[in-house]
């Protein structure tokens, strides 16, 4: 099987390999990991996003090993619609590993993962407790329920994208007498 792995800090990879090396002993003397580790940020430049692309072809899974403290970039969304364009794994899968709050991803990119490979077809591996939380429940709602707006928009024919997240996030609540 083979795993690729975006990394931000090179110890998180190492975890990573070191976790999908002991699974495989694990699970099946006979299963062996090829595993192809990527900086994310290599991820920008288009030589090493072609590299990146052509490594993850047959990839089984893809491990996104912390690092992201936002929504995903741009780029890194446009490397992901290009891999799941040209994958050749039927039954591929996302995974998220993270080890302690300094490590963890945000909700958002979380949520921009998940909804990834919803759409593609694909498993999605993570640990809830591996992220970091909004400050409150109320945020942790809000977060949700944009989310799911931000879905059933996209999906719909006659709504637009007109703008931004951030803006029309903003006007959120407004109502005719405000």
């Known amino acids: 099987m083979k795993a690729l792995i975006i990394y931000q800090n090179p110890a998180s990879a190492a975890k990573v390999n070191s976790a999908l090396q002991h699974a495989a002993q694990h699970a099946d003397a006979s299963m062996q990991w090829v595993i192809r580790p990527w900086r994310v940020n290599l991820l920008k430049f ?3 996003a072609e590299e ?14 912390g690092g992201i403290k936002q929504s995903l970039p741009f780029w890194l969304q446009r490397w992901l ?12 899968a996302l995974a998220v590993f993270c080890e302690g709050i300094a490590d963890a991803l945000s909700i958002p990119a979380i949520l921009e993962l998940s909804d ?4 593609h077809g694909l498993d999605f591996i993570f640990d809830e407790r591996a992220t970091v939380a909004p400050s409150s429940s109320e945020d942790r709602f809000s977060l ?5 707006q931000e879905c059933e928009q996209s ?17 959120r609540g407004w109502g005719i007498t405000e």
């Open 46 to 48: 288009p030589p090493a």
């Open 52 to 65: 990146a692309l052509a490594d993850a072809a047959d990839a089984h899974l893809i491990v996104f090993a």
């Open 81 to 92: 619609e290009h891999w799941a364009q040209r994958r050749q794994i039927e039954n591929a």
């Open 116 to 119: 990834f490979a919803a759409c």
């Open 144 to 148: 949700s329920e944009g989310r799911l």
């Open 155 to 171: 999906l719909s024919p006659i709504l637009p994208q007109t703008l931004d997240t951030k803006l029309r996030d903003a006007y």
